[in-house]
């Protein structure tokens, strides 16, 4: 089953063979229409989408602080205008020999807030010419930077245009 709404702001994938479950939902920059949310879930959503928007900000202005830019200066840029909720549900996998997962691959994004569950392996990060597993650990979030505030930040922090002296 798979439900779209007009905005594609909304995505609900259910894939009844292997029983995998994904739910996207894009919060903003476009107003949501939360009639188009499942109602088993609108409750939850609503908390998450204000609970991040604040998490968001504190970050921002806890990175931009130890860089030495203005407190709000991502939140200047429009960082945090854009969110989306993005849920998979794996089961155990009865032949995980056989699976392939996904692809390698950046966040593109500002940031990502990552909660694991209790199976771990299911996160990796590259250590030189490895990978290493990231444990799950109970009641912990995970940060990642994405592509977008990594170009932010260089240009930011190194990018220094030159000015000439006029004649």
Not at 78 to 98: D, I, K, N, T
Not at 122 to 144: P, R, S, T, Y
């Amino acid at each position: 089953m798979t439900l779209v709404t007009s905005a594609s702001s909304l995505s609900f994938v259910q894939e009844a063979i292997d029983q995998v479950f994904y739910l996207q939902v894009r919060v903003s920059p476009v107003e949501l229409d939360w009639n188009a949310v499942p109602e088993i879930c609108r409750a939850a959503l609503a908390e998450w989408n204000k609970a991040v928007v604040g998490l968001g900000e504190e970050l921002m202005s806890i990175l931009c602080d130890g860089l030495g830019v203005k407190s709000d200066k991502l939140k200047e840029l429009s960082c945090l205008e854009g969110r989306a909720c993005v849920s998979h549900y794996y089961p155990p996998c009865p032949q995980p020999e056989l699976t392939v997962g996904i692809a390698s691959h950046t966040d593109p994004g500002v940031l990502t807030v990552l909660v694991q569950n209790e199976v771990g392996g299911l996160l990796q990060v590259k250590c030189g010419d490895d990978w290493a597993d990231v444990e799950a650990v109970h009641g912990a979030i995970i940060i990642n930077i994405g592509d977008m505030l990594q170009v932010l930040l260089c240009h930011l922090l190194f990018y220094k245009r030159v000015v000439f002296a006029g004649w």
